[in-house]
């Protein structure tokens, strides 16, 4: 099997360590595999994107010796693809259009989950939509860091295409991951129940099903994610080995002394040779306290 992998980043800010563990990770597995690796910026999201961030984020993998192959891919210039997608699903009766609010949701069924209700209530066609998915059943699937998984409870017809125009993550990341013929996905944990909603669309799409695992991602000392909301650190894009060397020691892998002495692209060379995926503790969080 050939592997290709890839690291999909949303230009919401600058790369903090939580983004380097996610791009190190999928580069390492892809390159200790002979694969390809490839960047996609996940721009469909424009209220929450930061002017610059893209040029920031492939400046600073460039600073920590990440070489990706082919040329990047942005989903913003790609709403044509996501748009044929959408009619499919709408013509075949797969995907339908839903103007409920989270408010009127919550009211009927005391939980953000869907209940059907505009599948036999159509909202008239001058009503501004979101289209939502069908979707019955959870597929479980075997996560190659943290085994089977599974999640029932998070079962509902969920948002295909939001209701201010914009194309939803999931629609468009399944997409973009099987025209990339992404074989392996490596990301965090946050991402880990969205995995059997884009099983459910390769399914519906005829997809080939690629192989997942899903890294712990480093929280704060009250358990939150880091991340531009939680006011996550950039990365230091002066000094990068210190940070891939906690990043690589984060992933359980165990860097030696000497290798932290040189440059990046080094550096990368020797945790491509020695990487071990199973060393990857199997849990979806780890407190990671950044340094002072
Ligand atoms: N763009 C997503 C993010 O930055 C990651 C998508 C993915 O890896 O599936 O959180």
């Not at 209940?115 to 019955?136: G, I, M, N, Q, W």
Request: aromatic share 10%.
């Amino acid at each position: 099997m050939t592997y290709i992998g890839r690291f999909a980043p949303s230009p919401t800010g600058p790369l903090h360590f939580g983004s380097l563990l996610a791009a190190l990770a999928s580069y390492l597995d892809a390159r200790a595999n002979q694969g390809q690796w490839f960047l996609r910026i996940e721009d469909l999201d424009p209220p929450r994107e930061m002017p610059g961030a893209t040029d920031l984020i492939l400046f600073c993998l460039e600073k920590f010796g990440f070489e990706w192959n082919g040329s990047v891919i942005r989903q913003s210039d790609r709403s044509e693809i996501y748009q044929d997608r959408l009619q499919a699903l709408l013509k075949s009766d797969l995907a339908y259009r839903c103007n409920c609010s989270r408010q009127q949701i919550k009211q009927r069924t005391g939980s953000s989950l869907y209940d059907r209700f505009c599948y036999s209530h159509p909202p008239a066609k001058t009503e501004l939509c979101a289209v939502r998915c069908l979707c019955d059943t959870d597929i479980p699937f075997q996560d190659l860091i943290l085994g089977q998984q599974q999640f029932p409870e998070y079962t509902d017809d969920f948002v295909i295409h939001r209701r201010d125009g914009l194309f939803a993550y999931q629609l468009a990341v399944t997409v973009d991951d099987a025209e990339q013929n992404i074989s392996h996905i490596v990301r965090g944990s946050d991402l880990l129940d969205s995995t059997p909603k884009q099983l459910h669309l390769q399914r519906l799409f005829n997809y080939p099903q690629p192989l997942y695992a899903h890294i712990p991602v480093a929280t704060n000392s009250q358990g939150q994610k880091l991340s531009k909301q939680t006011f996550a650190r950039p990365l230091n894009q002066s000094d990068p080995v210190p940070q891939l060397g906690q990043a690589l020691q984060f992933l359980g892998q165990q860097p030696e002394p000497d290798i932290l002495s040189c440059p990046a692209p080094e550096l990368l060379r020797w945790a491509t040779e020695n990487w071990k995926i199973e060393r990857i503790p199997a849990s979806t969080a780890i407190e990671w306290k950044e340094a002072d």
